[in-house]
């Protein structure tokens, strides 16, 4: 469960924590919604989201060699079906439904949508 919790909150830009105002009853809210979160987050199968992991570890590096190899179209075309398919996925649903138990709480976590993608190449990353 730690896992996932810090697998979510890596999601979160770090400068966000910063720039917030924590007084004590701010922080105490924030617990009590993270604690909800982190039950929320107790019917996510781990193995799934291990799974998923591990498959967007060998992508990156498939796109990665892609890219170094100055082929970025098929680069794009395997980051962009990946994309989609992990957008579709009910565990990944299910993880942005308990992060949104922390808004307000904590500015908006902006995961890129497929459009978004198609506006960046993905080559530019590397």
Not at 95 to 122: L, S, V, Y
Request: aromatic share 4%.
């Amino acid at each position: 469960m730690k896992k996932l919790t810090l697998l979510v909150l890596l999601f979160l830009p770090l400068s966000t924590f910063a720039q917030q105002n924590f007084n004590q009853p701010n922080m105490q809210q924030m617990m009590q919604q993270a604690e909800k979160m982190q039950e929320c987050m107790k019917n996510i199968d781990q193995s799934t989201l291990q799974s998923i992991s591990e498959r967007a570890q060998l992508m990156e590096k498939e796109v990665q060699s892609l890219c170094n190899a100055g082929k970025r179209d098929t680069a794009m075309q395997r980051a962009l079906k990946f994309a989609k398919e992990i957008q579709g996925n009910k565990e990944i649903i299910k993880i942005r439904k308990c992060g949104e138990m922390m808004q307000g709480m904590i500015p908006e976590m902006k995961i890129p949508t497929i459009e978004e993608m198609e506006k960046h190449h993905i080559c530019d990353m590397y």
